[in-house]
């Protein structure tokens, strides 16, 4: 794995040991950041199961404005912040220690522009995680899900609608937008 482009370019970045990680595919990544290339700077990002953090490292290598980077499993947070050392300094990175849904049940006031989930795959966390998330994004934002080929997710998480499905290989990716966006 490396950060494609930016200010940490061409960096490589360590997985976690281990099957229960699994790092999006360097296709989905770059068709990931063409979608929402000029929303990124100065942007707001959460990267929810960050694994190694590279969804997020990539967002700050583009000018994102600050990215919160949250995993529940050690080994993850463990390359995630050796990745944040070897691409940084990131101030603007913010490391949390927490399963998605207790994190996104305690957020108060805070306002995201972009948000990366990857979440395990075969569960019905992702549904849940996009209900709470939907009530911390800006009026622009932009919500992008990677799921396995067979995971459906609803049309319409409100206000928040499904703009597009993209397939990459066994991978899909979802797009949602803010209604009128």
Same mark, same amino acid.
């Given at each position: /794995?490396?950060?494609?482009?930016? $200010? #940490?370019? &061409?960096?490589?970045?360590?997985?976690?040991?281990?099957? =229960?990680?699994?790092? @999006?595919?360097?296709?989905? +990544? %770059?068709?990931?950041?063409?979608?929402?290339?000029?929303?990124?700077?100065? #942007?707001?990002?959460?990267?929810?199961? #960050? &694994? $190694?953090?590279? /969804?997020?490292?990539? #967002?700050?290598?583009?000018?994102?404005?600050?990215?919160?980077?949250?995993?529940?499993?050690?080994?993850?947070? $463990?390359?995630?912040?050796?990745?944040? %050392?070897?691409?940084?300094?990131? +101030?603007?990175?913010?490391?949390?220690?927490?399963?998605?849904?207790?994190?996104?049940?305690?957020?108060?006031? %805070?306002?995201?522009?972009?948000?990366?989930?990857?979440?395990? *795959?075969?569960?019905?966390?992702?549904?849940?995680?996009?209900?709470?998330?939907?009530?911390? /994004?800006? %009026?622009?934002?932009?919500?992008?899900?990677?799921?396995?080929?067979?995971?459906?997710?609803?049309?319409?998480?409100?206000?928040?609608?499904? +703009? +597009?499905?993209?397939? *990459?290989?066994? @991978?899909?990716?979802?797009? *949602?937008? =803010? @209604?009128?966006?």
């Amino acid at each position: /794995m490396r950060v494609i482009t930016g $200010s #940490a370019r &061409g960096r490589r970045l360590q997985a976690p040991a281990g099957q =229960a990680v699994r790092p @999006t595919s360097a296709v989905a +990544k %770059e068709a990931v950041f063409s979608i929402i290339q000029f929303e990124i700077p100065g #942007a707001r990002v959460l990267d929810l199961f #960050a &694994g $190694s953090g590279q /969804m997020g490292i990539e #967002a700050l290598s583009r000018g994102a404005r600050e990215c919160v980077f949250v995993d529940n499993g050690r080994e993850s947070l $463990s390359a995630l912040r050796e990745n944040l %050392e070897k691409t940084g300094p990131w +101030k603007n990175a913010k490391v949390v220690a927490s399963d998605a849904l207790n994190f996104l049940r305690g957020l108060q006031g %805070e306002v995201f522009d972009i948000a990366l989930l990857d979440p395990p *795959y075969h569960g019905e966390l992702l549904e849940q995680c996009l209900r709470l998330l939907a009530r911390h /994004m800006s %009026e622009g934002g932009v919500i992008l899900c990677e799921t396995d080929g067979q995971t459906r997710l609803p049309e319409e998480i409100p206000p928040f609608f499904l +703009k +597009k499905c993209y397939k *990459y290989g066994k @991978t899909r990716v979802f797009h *949602y937008r =803010a @209604t009128g966006n």
